[in-house]
């Protein structure tokens, strides 16, 4: 099989030396990390090792790619000034199959529209992990992957996609409701996301610790929203979720990094789809709204003086 990684930040250089460890032909889209990549590789210190990974081939841009690969694997950030379709139409042939491993809820409807012949997985990362300099990424804890066909099902593309990760040495599971799966994972980035930049800079076990109360606030009301569009969770998913942060290292969120060194946050695909999905049910969501506006006063702050 042949992937191309467009996005080699941490998640996209993690994910695709695990494809590599797979067997797979992995080739990458590297803009800012170009030449360091394409010279030294991608060095991986992992929870599973220490190792580098040496893509099969290093590209700018997607359409530099000579022949459409298998997969196109999507792992840059959803942001409002960042056109995804146009970052990897050059690269998608009839019988590609796109990947979003990316973060959010509501995110695939524009990718699904713009190609409407081709399948798409929607695909969410349960990892610590984060890029450490050019063509260093340090991966610091859990890893697991959810996989499933956009809007629904499990198809033979994911089977294989998720084998593939499997093989590499962390669990990835395909997953026939992979929308209920992003809002899962919305109720522990919602709170803890947001709050680590709103906090100055807390790391997540800082916050947890004292302010327990209101992340099961914001929690909450995540769950609400899922249940109005149809997604209702587990009874179980705020517990678990607060159990497995409380074992979790002391970790800084990629929100957080990316404030701290003044780039665009994913704020609309956090935290913002989720408020417009509540407004749009009908559901009451005072704290996450409160939270929202707090997180768009943060982004105009780097905008005027462009620094925390």
Known sequence: MKALIVGTGAVGGFYGALLAKAGWEVAVVSRSDHDTVAANGIHIRSTLGEWTFRPAAVYRKADEAETPPDYVIL???VLPDID???LIRGAVGPDTTIVLIQNGVEIEAEVAAAFPENALISGLAFVCVSRTGPGQV???AY???MLGDFPAGIGPRVETLADAFNRSGIRAKAVAEVVAARWRKCVWNAPFNP???LSGGLYTADILESQEGF?????QEVCAIAAACGHPLPDAVIDRNIDDTYKMPPYKTSMLLDFEAGRPMET???LGNAVRAARREGVAVPH???VYALMKLRELQLERYGCP
């Open 75 to 77: 792992c840059t950030k």
């Open 84 to 86: 995804r379709t146009a």
């Open 138 to 140: 340090w991966h610091q």
């Open 143 to 145: 890893g697991n992957l």
């Open 195 to 197: 709050l680590s930049v």
């Open 215 to 219: 992340v099961r606030t914001l929690m």
């Open 268 to 270: 609309e695909a956090i």
């Open 288 to 290: 996450l709204e409160s």
